[in-house]
């Protein structure tokens, strides 16, 4: 028996990381979603591997396995198992999936999990916008400061 995600947008979004500057989710918490293990999810794709170039799903490599697994604390659910390096899918991949898990679940939790994405990626773009604004910021706070470093230089060099 497969132990199912509870499906809210909150918890969709947590499980979406940013890898390789992608917003992806990984295999098994795909698999936990759709209601099957994440062998069978796999070998789904694998039956169906035309449908999935690269930009729609790929595997990690060790550094970046080691690197998602760092950002937060593992639950036995990641520790227990493994024994191949994950596959991630992106939005695109997501949506692929739908049509190769054809039930009816499979086709509402990738509307869901695709809605995720969207918000997700309408969110850093937000973000992103705000994060520039700070760092122009930022850019203008040092020209001040050495600005004023000069001028209190000139004022000490002077003697006043």
Known sequence: MVDLILIDDENIKRKIYTIRETQVMIDSDLARVYGVETRILNQAVKRNLTRFPS??????????????????????????????????????GVAMLSTILSSKRAIEISIQIIGAFVNMRRYLQNNNLILNRLDNVEKKQVVYDTKIDVVFNLLETSGL
């Open 55 to 92: 930009q729609f799903m790929f595997q990690l490599n060790k550094e970046e396995f080691e690197n998602w697994k760092s950002q937060f604390v593992m639950s036995n659910y990641y520790k227990m198992g493994l024994r191949k390096l994950p596959y991630v899918f992106t939005e695109q």
